[in-house]
């Protein structure tokens, strides 16, 4: 529970023939060959046995992708395959069931699968596409040609909110270097300039389209070979090298998924390892908060943190109509496992003295809140599932949570107030699960 969420990659597209599964089969490699130590894993809910056809090592087992929609934890589908990556079995016949879009999102993240995660998905908008494009914080879309551009508004309407759809990631594909448009403009600048004009995020590179590459695929004995090891003279083994990288500089972006601000590094001279996931502004005014006082929060399955000014959290729970008690040290605020704008969230406020959770309300809804929410926890309501959040009660700077005292005393709070919770649960059953 207390750890992150691994990263995951879906490759998407509604048309077929683009190169999804070559990119997200190669991704995978090329990945490993950079990062060695990244734990991998891919899999498809195509029904092509291609990931099986490049990973699988031994006989075959059971247990497949079909696993993650019932129950069954992904670490225990996952199997070590080729090339150092693992790997979920693909499936012939995946049956939706459920048209709940988060349902894999929520077996990801329990999951205890580590690093980076590969989604290869089928050239339609289904119940498995949707769920894979929900559980992205990053969404590669190869595009050929006009035709599968223009599909890709399907795929972004499908994503909602504008924030979400700055995941998305145009990657021109199988592009003809020779082949000149009638204006003798190529078709990757072609693609590149359409796709921006559109307002999407692209690449800026191709890859390209290469005879070897496709024979790389087309052997009788069903065996998939990655680029890395058997065309590493085409131009495609420095591009899929290139978008391994891209991959890896948004894995490791601080903070990294959805709304998060890359100025935190600079805003402070706290130490690098500090900095990750450090979100600059006060969720509640937006304006940085780095160098001020003020309570720092945290985000539990994330680990994303930062400051919350002590005006802005004072007027955010006068809103809930929840003054914290004076002697609290800590709050904890809980959205129940379906957010609804109806609900609201519960709060809990710690005493360390006490040794307890003083009290848990269930506060209504504001909007306030459910920006400050999204401010902390980097995704819209929409995806929000038992999100907690620990805020100490306590005003200090930055750095003083960061590598002072302050920071010690408030993860010792932290602890004692889970397990005050757990015992709790375990006492009265869930209302507060965490
Ligand atoms: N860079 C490339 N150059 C040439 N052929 C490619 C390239 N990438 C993929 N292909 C071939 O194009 C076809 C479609 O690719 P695939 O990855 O299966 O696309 P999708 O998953 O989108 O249907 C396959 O035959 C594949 O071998
Ligand atoms: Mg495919």
Redesign the pocket.
């Known amino acids: 529970m207390d750890r992150e969420e691994p990263f995951v990659v879906t490759v998407a ?1 509604e ?9 997200a089969l190669n991704l995978a490699v090329y990945l490993k060959a950079l990062c060695e130590d990244l734990p991998v894993t891919v899999a498809s809910f ?1 029904n ?1 046995f ?1 990931v099986d056809g490049m990973f699988a090592i031994g006989p075959r087992r059971a247990g497949t992708v079909a696993g993650l929609f019932s129950g069954v934890p992904a670490s225990d589908l996952a199997r070590l395959g080729e090339y150092g990556v693992q790997f979920l079995p693909s499936a012939r016949d995946l049956q939706a069931p459920d048209d709940d879009s988060l349902h894999l999102r929520r077996a990801i993240a329990r999951s205890g699968l580590p690093g980076l995660i590969i989604l ?1 998905t089928r ?1 339609i908008l289904d119940y498995f596409t949707r769920n894979a494009l929900c559980a992205a914080d990053l969404i590669l879309v ?1 595009v050929k040609d006009r035709p599968s551009l223009v599909n890709v508004a399907t795929l972004r309407s499908a994503l909602g909110a504008p924030e979400s759809q700055d995941r998305m990631w145009i990657v021109p ?2 592009v003809d270097g020779r082949l000149k448009l009638r204006n003798g403009i190529g078709v990757g600048e072609f693609l590149t300039l359409s796709a921006r004009e559109r307002g999407y995020r692209v690449l800026d590179f191709c ?5 070897k ?2 024979g ?3 052997g009788l004995s069903g065996r998939i070979h990655p680029v890395l090891t058997r065309a590493r003279s085409t131009a ?1 083994h420095q591009q899929f090298r290139k978008v391994a990288s891209f991959v890896l500089s948004k894995f490791q972006e601080p903070g990294r998924s959805r709304t998060t601000l890359e100025k935190a590094g600079e805003a402070g001279n706290f130490p690098p390892g500090k900095v990750r996931k450090l979100v600059a502004e006060c969720p509640v005014c937006r304006k940085n908060s780095t160098e001020d006082i003020g309570h720092f929060f945290l985000h539990l399955r994330t680990r994303r943190r930062g400051m919350l000014h002590g005006a802005c959290l004072h007027a955010l729970l006068e809103k809930l109509e929840t003054p914290a008690p004076e002697s609290a040290d800590i709050l904890i605020v809980e959205t129940p496992e379906e957010y609804a704008a109806s609900e609201g969230v519960l709060l809990h406020f710690f005493e360390s003295e006490e040794e307890d959770l003083t009290r848990e309300t269930r506060a209504g809804n504001s909007r306030l809140l459910s920006a400050c929410l999204e401010g902390v926890i980097g995704r819209k309501s929409e995806e929000w599932f038992r999100e907690v959040i620990f805020v100490s009660l306590e005003e200090n700077r930055l750095s003083g949570f960061l590598t002072g005292k302050a920071g010690e005393d408030f993860m010792a709070l932290r602890r004692k107030a889970l397990r005050s919770a757990v015992g709790r649960e375990r006492r009265t059953g869930p209302p507060g699960a965490f």
């Open positions: 597209s048309k077929g023939g683009v190169g999804k599964t070559t990119l195509d092509h291609s290869d050239p190869p594909s199988l890859i390209s389209k290469s005879p590459v496709e790389l695929a087309t495609v």
